[in-house]
């Protein structure tokens, strides 16, 4: 819920600033921003379920820390105004050792089995594209962007689990929890900061949140439930990232 | 130089995809075993029964103490025996090593097999003296719980329809513990 107000007092913001300079609009003799187009990359921290290590927590994503980078920038429509966009890459990792033996454990203790191995392959990678409002304020060389944004995440892959109980007559074979790769809503909000190094070029900071329910989980192989059954894999991120902007 | 500025970005951005698609995707496995009270390895695989019994029973007439067990699971049974003369009625056990002499401690390892129609637990081989211990480590008599180890082998010997010796094959009870395993005492009175 907190995520929602956030992005919704980004949005808020942005209108507000822009009501308030369409009423300036009659003395207004500043130079606006120009569109501008950023290549950068940075750290995307998994936040909530998909960074969660919960093995009783269904929604628990075993992601981890990884890199992000893409394209962003903004088409300035009226004054400072504009439609953002990004287009993103980001890569969560794979599960770990401690992860994968932490489910081995606890699919033990679930099936009362004799022993249970957990295979993990694959990676979180991750497509985001979004685009939303943006309104930047300006002072000096200083440009401070807000940017609400709503669009899609591509799943590109998810980490295949495979598990193997011994000693349980009713689970012999063994069972897949699948990779997945969809297309799904998202939704998110950025804030930014650029320094004009130039007319034509500059440098930035941005914090960027995207969250999206995310993809459905397949298990295959399993004759029974008992213990930890995925069926969706919620995604939210955090961003930190540095960029390099070229305006025009 | 400037109509290259957009094309270079793109580059980049591919080539960063690129790198990064390529990251390690090796599989990551771990193997967990049980952490019941009551285990062992049966022929190199954990066994962990769901049904373990455990007694202590004494005999006033003999003034022996015997301590008897029996884990079942997955068609498998292990059990063991130890015997311990001249004992007292208390719901203790002697800590030690009881070496298996097929008299006052023993063995047996019981697959269920079809016998007469019917399903039943029949010995799959021979313990024979010699072919392993129990080892009680630790004992509390007033909660009644016994800690300790076991571990032994099981012989079958194969024979042809003329009584020829064909094969032999062993089963290997390894790792047994038991930890903390509550017990029964009772006075066979």
Same mark, same amino acid.
């Given at each position: ?19 308030? $300079? ?117 002072? $000096? ?108 | ?97 009881? =070496? ?71 089963? =290997? ?17």
């Amino acid at each position: 819920m907190k995520r929602v107000y956030i992005i919704a007092s980004l949005f808020i913001i942005i209108f507000t600033a822009f009501k308030a $300079h369409a009423q300036d609009k009659a003395q207004d003799n500043k130079i606006y921003e120009k569109s501008y187009i950023a290549l950068y990359g940075g750290v995307s921290n998994p936040t909530g379920n998909y960074g969660s290590t919960d093995y009783n927590n269904n929604k628990s994503g075993f992601a981890k820390k990884g890199v992000t980078f893409g394209i962003e920038g903004a088409i300035y429509v009226y004054k400072n105004l504009g439609i953002g966009y990004t287009l993103s890459f980001q890569d969560q990792g794979k599960l770990i050792y401690d992860d994968t033996y932490s489910l081995a454990q606890n699919y033990t203790t679930s099936y009362a089995a004799d022993g249970t191995t957990v295979s993990a392959t694959g990676r979180y990678h991750n497509w985001n594209i979004l685009v939303g409002p943006q309104y930047s304020f300006v002072y $000096h060389k200083f440009v401070l962007d807000l940017r609400a944004s709503a669009g899609f995440i591509k799943m590109a892959s998810t980490p295949e689990i495979s598990v193997q109980v011994t000693g349980v007559p009713e689970q012999t074979a063994i069972f897949y929890q699948r990779k997945s790769s969809a297309f799904v809503v998202g939704y998110g909000g950025n804030v930014g900061l650029r320094y004009k190094l130039s007319d034509g070029f500059a440098i930035g900071v941005k914090g960027a949140y995207i969250s999206s329910p995310g993809p459905s989980i397949k298990t295959e192989g399993r004759t029974d439930n008992l213990g930890r059954l995925v069926t969706k894999l919620p995604i939210s991120e955090f961003q930190t990232t540095l960029g390099f902007t070229i305006i025009f | 130089m400037n109509k290259l500025r957009l094309p270079v970005f793109l580059l980049l951005s591919a080539l960063c995809a690129f790198i990064i698609q390529s990251c390690n995707k090796d599989a990551v496995t771990a193997t967990a075993y049980t952490t019941a009270a009551f285990q062992a390895n049966i022929n190199g695989a954990t066994w962990a029964p769901d049904s373990v019994s455990m007694f202590i029973t004494y005999n006033p007439d003999s003034k022996t103490k015997t301590l008897s067990c029996v884990g079942t699971k997955s068609q498998k049974q292990v059990l063991f025996s130890v015997a311990l003369p001249n004992s007292g009625d208390t719901p203790g056990f002697t800590l030690g090593t009881y =070496n298996i002499d097929g008299a006052a401690v023993n063995a047996q390892y019981k697959t269920q097999q079809l016998s007469g129609g019917s399903y039943v637990f029949l010995p799959h081989g021979t313990v024979e003296p010699g072919a392993g211990s129990i080892i009680i480590t630790a004992i509390d008599s007033v909660k009644k719980e016994i800690t300790g180890t076991f571990s032994f082998y099981s012989r079958t010997t194969n024979y042809d329809n003329a009584g020829n010796v064909i094969s032999i094959s062993v089963d =290997n009870i390894t790792a047994g513990e038991f930890t903390n395993k509550s017990y029964i005492y009772t006075n066979n009175q």
